[in-house]
């Protein structure tokens, strides 16, 4: 069954500190995993996205890396800020059945003073 | 540019009422679809549609009606509200399916009594 999953459900961090998120997935054939953050009260807005050849991507204090040999993700916050408090969120994408995403549960950010 | 506008932002009904959730979005992208979002669980697929006159059911249909007569709008119906409706609905586009990002609205927060 093509699933998603996220660790850890919840996190709290000092500003200033950095954090790892994590991302595993069993959805075969992949085809690309998209990386969400989801201000509260807010829709999910697109941070990166990584296809199958992609080892590292950056953007700004965002790194998301991903290891397709093992169907694993992590998006690293380097330096985080009060606006990283946020639900992030991974997605995959299926090859087959019309590229179908599979959304993760999410992961809940709080990045306290 | 507004993006994807969600209306309401917020809605009360009783159990066996029906009503209509608006999505619009100016980007003039031919993909648009229906997600709810519940604690704890990934957003899950309501309803989408690939272009105008074109729809097609996702993972929980049931209880949801949608229609596409115009690029920009993509409504979501209820036909008679239960408390197990009781969620946060997301319209999304994109400009296709998989590779692309979806662009979400800002919810609407549903409560069935």
């Known amino acids: 069954k093509n699933q998603v999953e996220q660790s850890p459900q919840s996190l709290i961090i000092l500003e200033g500190k950095n954090c790892t998120l994590q991302?595993?997935?069993?959805?075969?054939?992949?085809?690309?995993l998209r990386w969400y953050k989801q201000d509260t009260g807010r829709g999910p807005v697109s941070l990166t996205i990584?296809?199958?050849?992609?080892n590292t991507k950056s953007n700004g204090r965002y790194t998301a890396t991903l290891d397709a040999d093992t169907k694993q993700s992590s998006l690293h916050i380097t330096a985080s800020q009060l606006s990283d408090s946020a639900s992030y969120i991974c997605?995959?994408?299926?090859?087959?059945?019309?590229?179908?995403?599979?959304f993760g549960a999410g992961t809940i950010l709080r990045v306290k003073s | 540019n507004a993006g994807v506008t969600q209306t309401p932002k917020f809605q009360v009904l009783k159990t066996g009422q029906s009503m209509t959730l608006q999505c619009a979005q100016d980007?003039?992208?031919?993909?648009m679809s229906w997600y709810r979002q519940d604690p704890g669980m990934g957003l899950r697929l309501i309803h989408y549609?690939?272009?105008?006159?074109?729809?097609d059911q996702g993972e929980v249909p049931n209880g949801y009606n949608v229609s596409r007569s115009t690029t920009e709008d993509f409504p979501l119906r209820l036909l008679s509200a239960a408390p197990s409706q009781t969620s946060v609905y997301f319209c999304?586009?994109?400009?296709?399916?998989?590779?692309?990002?979806?662009?979400f609205g800002n919810g609407t927060r549903l409560t069935v009594t």
């Open positions: 999304a586009s994109s400009r296709g399916q998989g590779h692309s990002p979806l662009h």
């Open positions: 991302c595993n997935y069993t959805v075969s054939p992949f085809s690309n």
């Open positions: 990584m296809t199958f050849s992609e």
């Open positions: 997605v995959v994408s299926a090859r087959e059945y019309g590229n179908k995403l599979v």
């Open positions: 980007m003039n992208h031919e993909y």
């Open positions: 549609s690939v272009g105008a006159g074109i729809t």
